[in-house]
Nanobody
């Protein structure tokens, strides 16, 4: 069983920065894609940024040039550096490990989420 624990959320003024962290338990972290997602009230959960096991990154258009995803396999941790924050970045941010595809099928793991609030 894998557990993901996010931290680093909070309240920040527009233009400010936050760094989110997601620490994973277990030994499969380094083998899998990690992603950050966010969900604002009344909206669906959307991908913000992802990073593969080999370090290939992708970003939502809305955060390109402002957010940076990185991972430290030695610490089983993925980060999201968020700069130039905007009020529209306000959401609960979730960490995801996966998808994992094996004999059990396709599945993934999610963290509990961390609130990011950007004031104007």
């Amino acid at each position: 069983q894998v557990q993901l624990v996010e931290s680093g959320g909070g309240l920040v003024q527009a233009g400010g920065s936050l760094r989110l962290s997601c620490a994973a338990s277990g030994s499969i972290f380094r083998l899998n894609t990690m992603g950050w997602y966010r969900q604002a009230p009344g909206k669906q959960r959307d991908l913000v940024a992802g990073i593969t096991s080999t370090g290939i990154r992708n970003y939502a258009d809305s955060v390109k040039g402002r957010f940076t995803i990185s991972r430290d396999n030695a610490k089983n941790t993925v980060y999201l550096q968020m700069n130039s924050l905007k009020p529209e970045d306000t959401a609960v941010y979730y960490c995801r490990l996966g998808p994992i595809v094996d004999a059990r099928g396709s599945y993934d793991y999610w963290g509990q989420g961390t609130q990011v609030t950007v004031s104007s």
